[in-house]
C-alpha cells in the first residue's frame, strides 16, 4: 500500500452538491459554483503527490481509497486508478464517478461524489473547519 496525507480546510460556500464528482483544491476561496469542491486551502494538487504514489496509482488494477475527516467525523470514497492518469494538475485533485481523465483527475469510477457525501460531514466543512484527507493505494 502507498499512502498520502494531507490538510485542508472547509469553507462556508461548501455546497457537496456535484452528482459525479468531488474535488480538493489548493484554492483559498470558492463560490457557490463550486459544488463539487469538499476541501479548500489543500496541502497538495496532483502535481505534488510522490512519484511512488503516481506510479502506484498509474495501474489499471489500483484500487483507491480516500478517507475524509472533519470535525470529528469521518468518511471513507472508494475509486480506481488508471494507466491514463497525468496527475499533472498544480492546485487540484478531482475523483469522478466516470472515466473521464484529464490533468485534474486523481481517481476514476469512484461509489461517491460530493452529493452523496454524509450531510452531516459537509455541515463540518462548511464551518471551515480543519479537514485530513487520506489517500491509500492498493495494486
Known amino acids: 500500500m502507498v499512502r498520502e496525507v494531507f490538510r485542508a480546510r472547509g469553507h462556508g460556500n461548501i455546497t457537496a452538491g456535484h452528482r459525479t464528482t468531488l474535488e480538493f483544491t489548493k484554492e483559498i476561496e470558492l463560490s457557490l459554483r463550486g459544488d ?5 486551502f489543500a496541502g497538495k494538487g ?8 503516481k506510479k502506484a496509482l498509474r495501474n489499471d488494477a489500483a484500487r483507491l481509497e480516500i478517507t475524509i475527516e ?3 467525523l469521518k468518511e471513507t470514497v472508494a475509486a480506481r486508478g488508471s ?4 496527475l499533472s494538475h498544480p492546485t487540484d485533485m478531482v ?3 466516470s472515466d ?11 461509489d461517491k461524489a460530493a452529493c452523496d ?9 462548511k464551518s471551515g473547519n ?3 484527507i487520506n489517500l491509500n493505494v492498493k495494486v
Open 70 to 72: 472533519c470535525g470529528g
Open 83 to 86: 494507466k491514463n492518469l497525468m
Open 117 to 125: 457525501l454524509d450531510r452531516r460531514l459537509v455541515e463540518k466543512l
Open 95 to 97: 475523483v469522478r464517478k
Open 36 to 40: 463539487c469542491i469538499v476541501a479548500v
Open 100 to 110: 473521464f481523465i484529464d490533468e485534474r483527475t486523481l481517481a476514476v469510477e469512484a
Open 130 to 132: 480543519e479537514v485530513l
Open 46 to 53: 496532483c502535481l505534488d503527490l510522490s512519484e511512488e504514489f
